[in-house]
């Protein structure tokens, strides 16, 4: 903190990152419109934009890092902002969620004559929920139980169990996206099967594609941890990462309850 600062809060220096975001966002925008139709060079503008996003977010926390850890700018004032814009994206996120359950509720409870009238549809064999499902809801829950004691061990001063903690909950978010690639591979439908594929593989990949977010936010916080940079007094990012792995451990139950259980039935 400079000396000659009398206030809590951090005036950030100018970035050049939000114009380098806003321009990797326009390059993926356009470069995906022009893939899709099947205009030349649209793939390449895509792949350009996609890299540049890829890059900024790279060298925008980086230097948040810098701010916070090295440099001792973000004080508990500052730490408010990053709490309570995380807890809005995990309630923007709930609203996605909501919306692919909502989609599967509405076919299922009324379901057409198309699909036989019946749910699943005519001809659909679904999984059943006993077997990969259910296992693939337990790993999830034992993982969130790690995250805890990795923030409990982090509390205590404890780095080395803190490391050991967050090492077995990446072992085992691993080991849970093993099991539900097995999953896909032995699905007797795919995803253009009527709207119980469609549902079923939008929420199911979803889910999966934040368990991969949610292990590499795990992979950089153990990181972190090894390197020194979390204490009990000033450990914002695993905060937001362990949030994270709860609210995909949530979704996870809702998932087991919904699309495999009782949409199986």
């Known amino acids: 903190m400079i000396e000659s600062q009398r206030h809590s809060y951090h005036l950030v220096d100018p970035s050049p990152w939000p114009i380098s975001g806003s321009l990797g966002a326009l390059a993926t925008t356009v470069g995906g419109v022009m893939y899709m139709h099947s205009f030349q060079g649209g793939a390449t503008l895509l792949s350009l934009g996609l890299i540049f996003i890829l890059y900024t977010m790279f060298v925008w926390w980086r230097d948040v890092l810098r701010e916070s850890t090295f440099e001792g700018h973000h004080t508990k004032v500052v730490q408010l902002g990053p709490r309570y814009g995380f807890i809005l994206f995990i309630v923007s996120e709930v609203m996605f969620f909501f919306a692919l359950f909502r989609a599967s509720s509405h076919s299922s409870l009324a379901p057409t004559v198309e699909i036989g ?22 790993i999830p829950l034992s993982s969130g139980a790690a995250v805890t004691w990795a923030h409990h061990a982090i509390l205590a001063g404890k780095e080395k169990r803190a490391v050991y903690a967050l090492v077995a909950t990446v072992s085992l978010a691993l080991v849970f996206t093993g099991f539900q690639g097995m999953e896909y591979y032995q699905a007797p439908f795919t995803i253009s099967d009527s709207i119980y594929g469609s549902t079923f593989f939008l929420a199911t990949g979803f889910h999966g594609f934040h368990v991969i977010i949610g292990t590499i936010f795990s992979i950089i916080c153990g990181i972190r941890q090894y390197l020194g940079h979390l204490t009990k007094e000033h450990h914002v990012g695993f905060e937001a990462a362990a949030w994270y792995w709860h609210f995909v451990d949530v979704v996870r139950l809702f998932l087991f309850v919904s699309i495999y259980w009782w949409g199986g039935i």
């Open 117 to 138: 009238g019946i749910w699943p549809p005519k001809g659909i064999a679904v999984l059943d929920p006993w077997e990969i499902p259910f296992l693939n809801t337990l």
